[in-house]
């Protein structure tokens, strides 16, 4: 059973907007949460973490937000590039064990 | 350069062929992983190990056989193919502990006819 989820396959927002992707998980023993950004052909590349004691964690124009009571995690991206148009995932550690959901795919127009 | 690198990239073979997929990466992490990735499903992770002679199973680990005989390598044996196990498949690994980042390989695609 799925235990991170990502319920939007795509997202489609122009150049400058802001990306907002949603993750939601059921397992409230995950205690470190990860985004990654994949391209076509590539290998999963490693965009931004939060650990569970937190609720908010920022690295540039990205922003992931944690609300615990509801098991939702969220990534911002602003301003959106084309160049962020990519299949992001989520992903929720259990102990050595990592969670990944099923990827939105996101696509930056000019 | 930090990496993780797989071989072979691609490959076609039939089914009960036993076949391996090579791992190695050059930054003396500890911890190496498997994961296999299918159109609707996400990445899932085979198997994975915590050190040298140490892995343990992840969500999907059934056709599948690993050993980590040396730090640096982590070879994906599959004794009996199956097309079902035809998939795109990434090797990772990361430091010790909790919550550090893992590194991911460029992926292979296998193809089992």
């Known amino acids: 059973d799925q235990q991170v989820k990502q319920n939007s396959p795509s997202l489609s927002v122009q150049e400058g907007r802001i990306s907002i992707l949603n993750c939601d998980y059921t397992n409230s023993m995950f205690d470190y949460f990860l985004w990654y950004k994949k391209y076509p052909a590539e290998g999963p590349t490693f965009l931004i973490s939060i650990s569970s004691i937190k609720d908010k964690n920022e690295d540039g124009r990205f922003t992931v937000f944690l609300n615990k009571s509801a098991k939702h995690l969220s990534l911002h991206i602003v301003p959106s590039q084309p160049g962020d148009s990519a299949v992001y995932f989520c992903a929720a550690y259990s102990g050595y064990a990592l969670n990944f959901g099923k990827g939105t795919s996101l696509l930056v127009t000019p | 350069e930090a990496q993780v690198t797989q071989n072979p990239r691609y490959l076609i073979t039939v089914t009960g062929k036993k076949l391996t997929v090579t791992c190695s990466q050059n930054m003396n992490h500890e911890y190496m992983s498997w994961y296999r990735q299918d159109p609707g499903l996400g990445l899932r992770q085979i198997y994975y190990s915590m050190n040298v002679e140490v892995t343990d199973k992840g969500d999907v680990p059934e056709g599948y056989k690993v050993s980590r005989k040396e730090k640096r390598n982590f070879p994906l044996i599959l004794e009996s193919p199956s097309p079902n196990q035809t998939s795109l498949y990434f090797c990772?690994?990361?430091?010790?502990?909790?919550?550090?980042?893992?590194?991911f390989g460029p992926g292979t695609r296998l193809l089992v006819l």
């Open positions: 990772a690994s990361k430091l010790a502990g909790g919550g550090e980042t893992q590194y």
